[in-house]
């Protein structure tokens, strides 16, 4: 009989992961010596069990797959609970695998190496699911249904925890009962057909559920049926070109774009939960609410709804379009909404003239070809970047908005460029976030994955030091002492540059870009502020 860590291994070959995150450690390494005998699967060393799991997320996101991060028993895996807070909140389809003491002393509390009691509660909140293997469970078919549901519905991560001599040993041969889900109700099509036609002006709110699923396409095609305003959340933005004549960005935004949201009866929201995070707090009211999702664990708790269609996204699109074919009331709306995207255009060359902001997204937007993902960090530049950067593709933008520490967006472009290695992605960071994790740079000499990091460079929390200047007059313990992270890149074998200017980073970038290796780029610039309260 195979072992547990053959059996494991089985599973994922049999699923088609070809990459996992993580660290060997005392607890797991009968598992790393499986993975060392298959060589269908690669395995990226890591150097820290945070910055693994957000590579993980970032490799699901850009991939559309199953991102995989292995971590060891009690401290390692503490150290991934944020990250797999964010892959919860992004909806990202991850498995942890890690591993407990022998299954026979779990529970027992008699001070075995690093045992961490109830370890698996740690995410019982954050996941989908949770699947601890016990003495006479069936390693491989528990591995299995933890990948399916992991990618099933709404995906999301899922814990898969394997005690130490498990591994070792035999793996059973039982099985799991097939699951018996009763066949959700469809939904109401007809009475959200009528809704939609009926609207004097609709408007549609993509999040990140649509990028999940691959729909970018089918929210295309009822946009221009319906000749509909389309907005979307951080993580959706791209659903629709930035371009599109019916995109107009963020829904957050104030200005010509709240001023669309006000002007609409009836909002088609696709894909997204609608979370205060995302959009109330920011004072966003919709008109009349038809909700689609997974599922009906949102709809709602923050915004009145009208309708609700939950169950299977693509289903759900497709019967809409198909209601939606030859919709005559779409003709006489397009003149106003053209009206409404002259004057959203007219209102961002305004502020682009002023904005330094803005001027190096552009800078960073011209560098890039229409199908490239920019990951950007919880940092000033950012934040804009949420606002301002144009998104040409679905998942274009990549922004932590779950619940991860700063320093995501160095992790998770490792994981999107070891996805897609053929695709441009650029990171942009904070000088206080990079210093979370400066050391996966290793990471990347080590597997000959290279891309520009953009590091912007304030010596300051800066929007830590914002914040206690608009609520208390002063700054405290906001600012920072840093490196020379020239010197720092070249410790590290990496090329680097230092601007500070517009013209100095796209230039800096083109460079970058075109050589293919690992950069890093450090944007000397002071962004005092966010755009939350200005636009």
Not at 221 to 240: C, D, H, M, Q, W
Not at 500 to 517: F, I, T, V
């Amino acid at each position: 009989m195979e072992s547990g860590s053959d059996a494991l291994v089985r599973a994922l070959r049999e699923a088609g992961v070809d990459t996992v995150f993580g660290i060997p450690s005392i607890h797991n390494i009968r598992l790393y010596e499986c993975l060392r005998g298959e060589p269908s699967i690669r395995h990226i060393l890591c150097r820290q069990e945070a910055t693994a799991a957000n590579m993980a997320d970032g490799y699901a996101r850009a991939g559309n797959r199953l991102g995989v991060v292995a971590a060891s028993t009690g401290p390692g895996t503490g150290y991934v609970v944020p990250a797999i807070h964010e892959a919860w909140g992004a909806s990202s389809p991850l498995l942890l695998i890690t591993t407990n003491i022998a299954a026979a002393k779990i529970g027992k509390g008699l001070g075995s190496l690093h045992e961490l009691e109830d370890q698996d509660a740690l995410f019982r909140n954050i996941t989908k699911a949770r699947f601890m293997v016990r003495q006479g469970d069936d390693v491989h078919a528990l591995a299995t249904e933890a990948i399916r549901v992991a990618l099933s519905g709404r995906p999301g991560p899922v814990y898969l925890e394997v005690p130490t001599d498990l591994l070792d040993e035999a793996s059973a041969d039982a099985g799991i009962p097939p699951s018996a889900e009763a066949p959700a109700p469809g939904p109401d099509l007809d009475a959200a057909l009528a809704l939609l036609r009926r609207s004097r002006l609709p408007i549609l709110l993509a999040g990140t559920g649509v990028v999940r699923a691959g729909l970018a396409g089918e929210v295309r095609r009822i946009a221009e049926a319906l000749a509909s305003p389309v907005v979307t959340t951080t993580n959706g933005k791209g659903v629709l070109p930035e371009d599109h004549p019916l995109c107009f960005g963020h829904a957050v935004r104030g200005g010509a774009v709240r001023e669309v949201i006000r002007s609409a009866d009836l909002c088609l929201a696709i894909g997204t939960r609608l979370r205060e995070s995302d959009l109330k707090q920011h004072d966003l009211h919709l008109p009349t609410l038809i909700h689609v999702d997974w599922d009906d664990t949102w709809v709602g708790r923050n915004y009145e709804t009208e309708l609700a269609l939950t169950g299977d996204l693509p289903a759900i699109l497709g019967g809409l379009l198909n209601g939606l074919e030859g919709n005559a009331a779409a003709k006489g709306r397009m003149k106003a909404v053209q009206a409404m995207k002259r004057s959203l255009e007219n209102e961002l060359g305004e502020i682009r003239a002023v904005r330094t902001e803005l001027q190096l997204l552009d800078s960073i937007r011209n560098a890039l070809p229409r199908e490239s993902i920019l990951c950007v960090d919880n940092t000033q530049l950012g934040y804009w970047a949420e606002y301002f950067y144009p998104s040409y593709a679905s998942g274009g933008l990549m922004g932590a908005k779950g619940s991860t520490t700063i320093g995501f967006s160095l992790a998770a472009a490792i994981g999107a460029k070891a996805a897609c290695p053929g695709k441009p992605i650029v990171a942009v960071i904070g000088d206080g976030g990079f210093q979370y994790n400066a050391h996966e740079l290793a990471t990347c000499m080590r597997h000959h994955i290279g891309f520009p990091v953009i590091l912007v460079n304030d010596r300051s929390y800066g929007i830590i030091a914002f914040l206690q200047r608009h609520f208390f007059k002063k700054e405290y313990e906001s600012n920072l002492v840093n490196p020379d992270f020239t010197a720092l890149a070249a410790a590290y074998g990496l090329q680097s540059a230092c601007v500070d200017s517009a013209a100095g980073l796209g230039g800096a970038l083109r460079e970058a870009l075109a050589s293919g290796g690992m950069w890093l780029i450090e944007l000397r610039a002071s962004l005092p502020e966010p755009p939350f309260w200005l636009y």
